[in-house]
Structure formats: C-alpha cells, structure tokens
C-alpha cells in the first residue's frame, strides 16, 4: 500500500465528512447523514483510512460500506454529543 494513495483517500474522505459533522453539531433534529463517494480506490486502503477516520471521530458513530466503485458512510451523533458543544456559550 502506497502512503502516498492512503493520505489521499483519508483527506478525501475526511474533507466529504466534514460538512455532515458540522450538520450533526448544529442541527439536533438531524440524526444521521448518509455521504456516497463514487471511488476507484482498493478495498484495504479504505479499509485503513476508515480506521483511522473512525479513530478520530469518537463523538460520531460511523458506518460504511465499499464495494466495486461506491463508498457508502452513514454518520450520526454518539450518544448526545454536539460538535459545537464546547463553544463559548453553548450548553
């Protein structure tokens, strides 16, 4: 597995996860979004770059499915969690 691939395909996905998490944090009535990547990437560096997204984002419950050419991630809160929630002025 090239560093170089794996770096791409998780900056790739981490910058497509970013607006649903931001989404997540300031908006309660949305419980979970659903981001779909058309993608030519092999199955073990998604498979390492998910880890490590996972890894990362333990206030998101995060699922994702990868087949020929899709990527499929489902995020939602965990628990009660507010991205913004350690905001100034934020309860």
Do not use: F
Not at 17 to 43: F, R, S
């Amino acid at each position: 597995m090239n560093k170089k691939t794996l770096k791409l395909v998780y900056q790739t996905i981490s910058n497509v996860l970013a607006e649903p998490k931001k989404a997540l944090g300031e908006h309660i009535e949305i419980p979970e979004i659903t981001k779909n990547l058309l993608v030519d990437w092999d199955k073990l560096v998604v498979e390492k770059a998910m880890e490590k997204i996972i890894q990362e984002n333990k206030h998101y419950h995060i699922e994702y499915s990868h087949n020929e050419n899709c990527l499929e991630v489902k995020i939602s809160r965990q628990g009660h969690y507010l991205l913004n929630q350690d905001k100034e002025g934020v309860i």
